[in-house]
């Protein structure tokens, strides 16, 4: 609803988004990144390293393959407070200014984060700036935990998606 209301207020009932007007919607782009830090697309990202690595306990040799599990970064209570909870405020300049930087990856990290992680927000942005206008989506999920997931080169859901849309 919250997102609703920012919508009319900042684009009408039936006015296109454009690209000026995006930054404008702020407590979209909250929850759209909240939805992504516990739903990252790409659960697992791989890297080689170019230099040997002090891990404290453990050396990592050049040439080595790591792979970081964004899904279990982005739900470490290390990071995240109560990681499981959906809180969009998380992402408020205050909160996002105290935490780590690569506590938050779902479009990697550093140079050779995904070229079309700024491109991926503007389009989100924009097509569900048109649908939660002109619909309601339900779910029959109360928590994330209840909401199993299936990790390939993709996170998944396990069951499909339980949704539903209504016209507002």
Known sequence: QKVFEELIDILGPDRRAFPDDLPQLKYLERVVKESLRLFPPVPLIGRTLHEDIDGGDMIFPSRSSVIFGAV????????W??????????FLPENTAKRHPCSYIPFSYGPRNCI???YAMMN??????????KYKIFTEYKSVEEIKLSTSLILRLRDGPKVWIELR
């Open 116 to 118: 079309g992680a700024k």
């Open 81 to 90: 407070p109560d990681p499981l909870k959906f809180d969009p405020d998380r």
């Open 124 to 133: 989100m942005k924009t097509v569900l700036s048109a649908v939660l206008r």
């Open 72 to 79: 279990f970064i982005h739900r470490n209570p290390v990071y």
